[in-house]
């Protein structure tokens, strides 16, 4: 009798806890009655996962917080490779999370179980350094861009391109009737996402405000929705734009956990660097990239970085489909003038638009966690035949 497999799941973030499931999910479908434990959320639990330690107590944004967690993350640590060597499972599912999941990689690795990492670390920006470490600690790799199998040698570590899992998704939302969202009755509609952390809102919703403003002067009858990840940003966002000094638009809302909507209703858009300026390409929506820091991360930063554009569109199409506006270039003045265009039927808009729909082509026919499904299951397997060789 076929004995159920065991498979062990690791993730410390919201969005690694979301893919993480899309995968268990696709994987109930081979085995019904697949045992899976580890760390994650809600989504996970979800799936029947057995939650071990929850992301909320693994997610760590900035160097101060990494410092103050790492005591805790080291206990977590110790904890989950005690429990991997008394009972080891057929394979170990690392997504995303790189800092602590190449790490532990690296020991159940040595203790020859099999180890399948997916969304790659983006070593094509940084870190390039991380690619031998994992050449020796993986057995598979699976990743979400088609140009991330080239980086590495195919004789050293088999890559999988999986497709992205935002295909799937945003087919399923723009299927779906769009809900009705609080824009105030003028057009265009303009949205502006200042990002998820409380830096990032700090940074650049200073900018963006009297960036509306000018807009607005230019578009008198516009509207404005500020995307918020959270009830909490949508809070600290009202507090700012209630006590904001300067001009500021007349039609806006602030509106939280509607992110793609809110892109999918838009003309166009200004939007932090991250996820959502491939989310406004997935949804059609015209983009401005903005980001701000401080000097010295920002040098720092541009030091490290191997890539000539921060915007994942852009990087994916080589070469600048949406403006970025970084640092001292993100200036109100700079952005009104970037996004004007953006927001009515242009040759610019229109050029923009083919070119995001060309960078959404590629990134595969969909079914994304099934792909990533199928190759765990295959190290499953190749884990079962190795300890019946033992």
């Known amino acids: 009798m076929k004995r159920p497999r065991r498979l062990l799941v690791l993730t410390g973030e919201v969005s690694g806890d979301m893919h993480a499931a899309g995968v268990i999910r696709a994987l109930r479908a081979q085995y019904p009655d697949l045992a899976v434990s580890g760390t994650g ?71 020859g179980i099999r180890t399948v990492f997916y969304i790659c670390p983006q070593v094509w920006a ?6 031998p470490s994992m050449t020796r600690c993986l057995d598979r790799l699976i990743t979400i861009f088609p140009f991330e199998p080239a980086l590495f040698d195919p004789d050293a570590l088999r890559v999988d391109f999986a497709g992205h899992p935002l295909i799937n998704e945003t087919r399923r939302l723009l299927n779906a009737p769009a809900p009705e969202l609080p824009w105030q009755d003028g057009v265009p509609r303009i949205a502006l996402l200042p990002g998820s952390r409380p830096q990032e809102i700090q940074s650049l919703m200073p900018v963006l405000w009297p960036a509306a403003a000018r807009i607005e002067a230019h578009y008198p009858g516009c509207s404005f929705i500020v995307a918020a990840a959270s009830e909490a940003d949508a809070a600290r966002l009202v507090q ?73 569109v852009n990087i994916l199409a080589n ?40 960078v959404v082509a590629g990134l595969g026919e969909g079914d994304a966690y099934e792909n990533a499904a199928t190759i765990v299951a295959e190290e499953i397997e190749q884990g079962v035949a190795l300890k019946a060789s033992q």
Not at 330 to 357: F, V
């Open 41 to 111: 959320g809600d989504a996970l639990r979800s799936e029947g996962v057995e939650v071990l330690y929850d992301v909320a107590e693994m997610a760590v944004v900035g160097g101060t917080e990494a410092a103050a967690k790492f005591f805790r993350l080291r206990r977590i640590f110790i904890d989950l490779l005690k429990r991997t060597r008394n009972a080891p499972p057929d394979a170990v599912l690392l997504v995303d999370y790189p800092g602590f999941n190449l790490r532990f990689a690296q020991r159940v690795h040595a203790m």
């Open 126 to 131: 940084w870190r390039r350094s991380r690619i």
């Open 240 to 312: 700012f734009i209630e006590r904001f000094p300067g001009a500021a638009p007349r039609r806006w809302q602030v509106v939280s956990g509607m992110t793609r909507q809110v892109l999918r209703q838009a003309d166009a858009a200004v939007v932090a660097s991250g996820t959502a300026t491939l989310e406004a390409a997935f949804m059609d929506c015209p983009t401005v990239i903005a980001y701000r820091t401080g000097r010295i991360t920002y040098a720092l930063g541009r030091r490290l970085m191997q890539v000539r554009h921060i915007g994942i």
């Open 319 to 358: 070469r600048e489909v949406c403006p970025e506006l970084l640092q001292n270039d993100c200036r109100p003045d700079r952005i009104a003038s970037a996004l004007i265009p953006l927001a009515a039927d242009t040759l610019q808009q229109r050029q923009m638009r083919d070119a995001m729909r060309k």
